[in-house]
């Protein structure tokens, strides 16, 4: 069997391979998911529910069609926050750190593992990768305690509050968006500890694993060298917190004479800040999200099409290519025909994939609007918006369309799910194979353009 597996991933390319690896962890999940020990007593999974809950988790995207918190038992608990962690760091990454662990990790396995975080160079991605796991693990058990403890004061005994601390704390580092409370984060919406500590696991697993590695490798040499950020890190980090501002400004705006307005003025500006950044990738809610108004909800979808920054545990276009967009334009409208900043100059490459990637995503998404508004004449516009542009950005967040959909439906948001976790180039180049160098070229001729 492996002979045969070999056989086939010699005749694809990395793109390939991924999305290879990524159908089998699906259908793997799918088995774990059914299987009686994963399910408490009389819960009742259907099998499209059980590869969609399956391609959720392995996107760690949050989307859902059954309630996962009467699902999981304890031991099923357990499994699928394995799957969430394989799904967080990446499935192609992960599982060949832990097959070839104590074995030499051969230049294919390098490659693949480079094209999966959409690396520039497989120089040093063996170490990065464990880094990343060892960084999240601890992460994650820090918060699993911290949480747990804490919970000790929300639930009847220390064995419920160490799981849903240890659930939550996994959930929110990968970006999940999963609960296993069945109310999200509602309950604590009033408690800034929870809040706040939801909050910086998620941009931990948003901002992006080389910009972790980046900080990381500042803090050591603090005082004893200089120190330069790269370029990707300075657009992301930027970009990033950038669009949080953003977000809180016009959510607090948009919210002020309407679902704020029997609120405090913190209570306003931390709902703000959390939507902000959980609509991002986190995916979780403190309140009823259909109370918001239609801007704010446009305000969401728009941030949930961005997504997180690249090589995270986030989906959609990514911070990057949205910045190289903006800064494309804004330069151009000047009469620049180069991009410079941070003292650098963005390559002519790099600006073409950000408008491929955009206008791709676009394609894809209008596509599936309209095939869903067509299915589903049940539902608003505004909430199948609302759910493919989560789909896409594998952020979770839901106006509560998600269980009535119909197979079809469940089918095209599965597809965006899928397609938003590997990355629109992994996407693209999965389906034209390995790429062709042209032995000549043709004479260029300008064409009229706009």
């Given at each position: 069997?492996?002979?045969?597996?070999?056989k086939?991933?010699?005749?694809l390319?990395?793109?390939?391979?991924?999305?290879?690896?990524y159908?089998?962890?699906?259908?793997?999940?799918?088995?774990?998911?059914?299987?009686?020990?994963?399910?408490?007593?009389?819960?009742?999974?259907?099998?499209?529910?059980?590869?969609?809950?399956?391609i959720?988790?392995?996107t760690?995207?949050?989307?859902?069609?059954?309630?996962?918190?009467?699902l999981l038992?304890?031991?099923g608990?357990?499994?699928?926050t394995?799957?969430?962690?394989?799904?967080?760091?990446?499935?192609?990454?992960?599982?060949?750190?832990?097959?070839?662990?104590?074995?030499?990790?051969?230049?294919?396995?390098?490659?693949?593992?480079?094209?999966?975080?959409?690396?520039?160079?497989?120089?040093?991605?063996?170490r990065?990768?464990?880094?990343?796991?060892f960084?999240f693990?601890?992460?994650?058990?820090?918060?699993?305690?911290?949480?747990?403890?804490y919970?000790?004061?929300?639930?009847?005994?220390?064995q419920?509050a160490?799981?849903?601390?240890?659930?939550?704390?996994?959930?929110?580092?990968?970006?999940?968006?999963?609960?296993?409370?069945?109310?999200?984060?509602?309950?604590?919406?009033d408690?800034?500890?929870?809040l706040?500590?939801n909050?910086?696991?998620?941009?931990?697993?948003a901002?992006?694993?080389?910009?972790?590695?980046?900080?990381?490798?500042w803090?050591?040499?603090?005082?004893?060298?200089?120190f330069?950020?790269?370029?990707?890190?300075k657009?992301?980090?930027?970009?990033?917190f950038?669009?949080?501002?953003?977000?809180v400004?016009?959510?607090?705006?948009?919210?002020y004479?309407h679902?704020y307005?029997?609120?405090t003025?913190?209570?306003?500006?931390?709902?703000?800040?959390?939507?902000?950044?959980?609509?991002?990738?986190?995916g979780?809610?403190?309140?009823?999200?259909?109370?918001?108004?239609?801007?704010?909800?446009?305000?969401l979808?728009?941030?949930?099409?961005?997504?997180?920054?690249?090589?995270?545990?986030?989906?959609?276009?990514?911070?990057?290519?949205f910045a190289?967009?903006?800064?494309?334009?804004?330069?151009?409208?000047?009469?620049?025909?180069?991009?410079?900043?941070f003292?650098?100059?963005?390559?002519?490459?790099?600006?073409?994939?950000?408008f491929?990637?955009?206008t791709?995503?676009?394609?894809?998404?209008?596509?599936?609007?309209?095939?869903?508004?067509?299915?589903?004449s049940?539902?608003?516009?505004?909430?199948?918006?609302?759910?493919?542009?989560?789909?896409?950005g594998?952020?979770?967040?839901?106006?509560?369309?998600?269980?009535?959909?119909s197979?079809?439906g469940?089918?095209v948001?599965?597809?965006?799910?899928?397609?938003?976790?590997?990355?629109?180039?992994?996407?693209?180049?999965?389906?034209?194979?390995?790429?062709?160098?042209?032995?000549?070229?043709y004479?260029?001729?300008?064409?009229?353009?706009?």
């Amino acid at each position: 069997m492996n002979i045969e597996i070999e056989k086939l991933t010699k005749r694809l390319s990395a793109a390939q391979i991924i999305v290879f690896y990524y159908l089998v962890a699906v259908m793997v999940s799918t088995i774990l998911l059914l299987l009686p020990i994963t399910q408490k007593q009389n819960a009742e999974l259907a099998f499209i529910d059980g590869v969609f809950i399956s391609i959720s988790a392995v996107t760690v995207t949050g989307l859902s069609t059954t309630d996962v918190s009467q699902l999981l038992s304890v031991p099923g608990t357990f499994i699928f926050t394995i799957i969430l962690q394989f799904g967080g760091i990446g499935f192609v990454a992960f599982g060949t750190i832990l097959w070839l662990s104590g074995k030499k990790i051969g230049l294919r396995a390098r490659i693949l593992m480079t094209t999966e975080q959409n690396s520039p160079t497989f120089s040093g991605i063996v170490r990065f990768i464990r880094m990343i796991f060892f960084f999240f693990v601890m992460i994650e058990l820090l918060g699993a305690v911290v949480f747990g403890t804490y919970f000790l004061k929300y639930f009847p005994t220390w064995q419920e509050a160490y799981l849903q601390g240890f659930f939550a704390s996994v959930s929110a580092t990968t970006n999940a968006g999963f609960d296993i409370t069945g109310k999200s984060l509602i309950p604590f919406a009033d408690d800034y500890f929870v809040l706040t500590l939801n909050i910086v696991l998620f941009i931990i697993g948003a901002l992006g694993f080389p910009v972790l590695m980046e900080v990381s490798q500042w803090l050591r040499h603090k005082g004893k060298m200089p120190f330069r950020f790269t370029l990707f890190t300075k657009i992301t980090t930027v970009t990033f917190f950038i669009l949080i501002v953003i977000g809180v400004i016009f959510i607090y705006l948009f919210e002020y004479s309407h679902f704020y307005s029997e609120k405090t003025w913190h209570q306003s500006f931390v709902h703000s800040l959390f939507y902000s950044i959980s609509s991002r990738t986190g995916g979780m809610a403190i309140s009823d999200i259909n109370q918001f108004s239609v801007p704010t909800l446009l305000l969401l979808s728009i941030f949930m099409f961005i997504g997180a920054s690249p090589s995270s545990a986030g989906g959609g276009i990514r911070t990057t290519t949205f910045a190289v967009m903006l800064l494309t334009i804004y330069n151009y409208a000047k009469g620049n025909r180069t991009i410079k900043i941070f003292k650098r100059e963005i390559d002519e490459e790099d600006i073409i994939k950000s408008f491929i990637v955009f206008t791709t995503a676009m394609i894809l998404c209008s596509v599936a609007v309209v095939i869903l508004a067509r299915i589903e004449s049940a539902f608003s516009l505004m909430e199948i918006l609302f759910e493919v542009s989560s789909a896409f950005g594998t952020v979770g967040l839901s106006l509560g369309i998600t269980p009535e959909l119909s197979t079809a439906g469940k089918v095209v948001i599965m597809i965006l799910m899928f397609i938003g976790k590997i990355g629109m180039f992994t996407f693209l180049f999965s389906m034209g194979g390995k790429p062709i160098k042209h032995a000549y070229h043709y004479p260029k001729e300008r064409i009229i353009i706009g």
